[in-house]
């Protein structure tokens, strides 16, 4: 009876899995252009964070040649009624990019609805805070990993918790100053062994500095593989769904290359580039139409990064 009761319940969880998979492939449709555009500004970073795949990273240091950066942000102005967010980083420290204000501002000009990058925070200055404000920056993201000089520094290697936390300071201070509502602010904290994974600590340091009414936030979130860069979890044999990514998603890298996934910081999964080609060529050319398809399929076998990652699983 019991192993009857098993098999019964088995039989329910796949049934209601293929449900869910059926529903999901009806909800993926082919667009004419992506909703987000990730442009790489640069993959240089001033951090050497124990989760990151850093000493694993093989791609040519760089920074985007602006030439390259604003044939981008013509052609997505020319589609900006299908684009929700431009992000101005990938993988790398946006702020090493000392331009990166004017490439905000660029893009603000062109009519692009929000614009957002992830930070570390190292290098926001009051006067990078400043030029942000004015460029039109409407949000972003700083990754904080720690909650005491010893947690963060053992875990944002080659950072100063005194001096981020002091940056972090000025922004909120300065944006009270200049009576601003923008960019609005996501401070996030990855719980794990280097920084003891206290979680009420941080909510602590940062609870009286963020304003909830103009969209700040705490942000908690959890370490994942990296697409094989770290084996921080370990992954169920089988493929189970469908990432929905290239539907919706665009990531530039520094030289032009269109890669599948902001995960594959190696750029080993490439579907055009677009120096000579246009974005929308590469979005509705061969490479991504035939990814999709094998998506649809859960068929990852011919693409390394994504064999190793959560989020099919």
Not at 17 to 29: D, E, G, K, P, T
Not at 261 to 285: E, F, I, K, P, T
Request: overall charge positive; some cysteine.
């Amino acid at each position: 009876m019991i192993l009857v009761k098993g098999r019964i319940k088995e039989a329910l969880r796949l049934i209601k899995q293929r449900i869910a998979r059926n529903l999901a492939w009806r909800r993926l449709s082919d667009t004419l252009f992506p909703t987000e555009v990730w442009i790489e500004n640069t993959n240089l970073c001033n951090a050497r964070c124990v989760m990151c795949p850093r000493d694993k990273h093989i791609r040519p240091p760089g920074v985007m040649d602006f030439g390259l950066f604003e044939k981008i942000i013509a052609e997505i102005a020319g589609h900006r009624r299908f684009v929700y967010r431009v992000h101005f980083h990938n993988y790398g420290e946006p702020l090493i990019d000392l331009r990166l204000a004017e490439r905000i501002r660029i893009a603000k000009a062109h009519g692009i609805r929000r614009t957002y990058f992830v930070t570390n925070a190292s290098l926001l200055t009051p006067d990078r805070t400043r030029e942000l404000i004015k460029a039109g920056l409407d949000e972003f993201k700083i990754s904080f990993y720690g909650t005491d000089a010893k947690s963060y520094n053992a875990t944002m290697v080659g950072l100063d918790f005194d001096k981020t936390v002091g940056n972090v300071r000025d922004f909120f201070r300065i944006r009270r100053q200049l009576k601003v509502r923008n960019p609005s602010v996501v401070i996030q904290y990855l719980p794990q062994e280097s920084n003891s994974g206290t979680v009420d600590a941080f909510k602590s340091l940062f609870g009286q500095m963020i304003n909830e009414r103009l969209g700040d936030r705490i942000n908690i979130f959890s370490l994942h593989n990296f697409a094989g860069g770290r084996e921080f979890n370990k992954l169920p044999e089988k493929v189970q769904s469908i990432c929905d990514y290239p539907w919706r998603t665009m990531v530039i890298l520094n030289s032009g290359d269109v890669v599948l996934c902001c995960l594959d910081y190696n750029g080993v999964q490439v579907a055009g580039n677009v120096r000579n080609d246009s974005l929308q060529a590469v979005w509705l050319g061969q490479r991504m139409q035939k990814a999709r398809q094998q998506f649809k399929q859960l068929n990852y076998s011919v693409f390394p990064a994504c064999l190793r990652c959560e989020r099919i699983r």
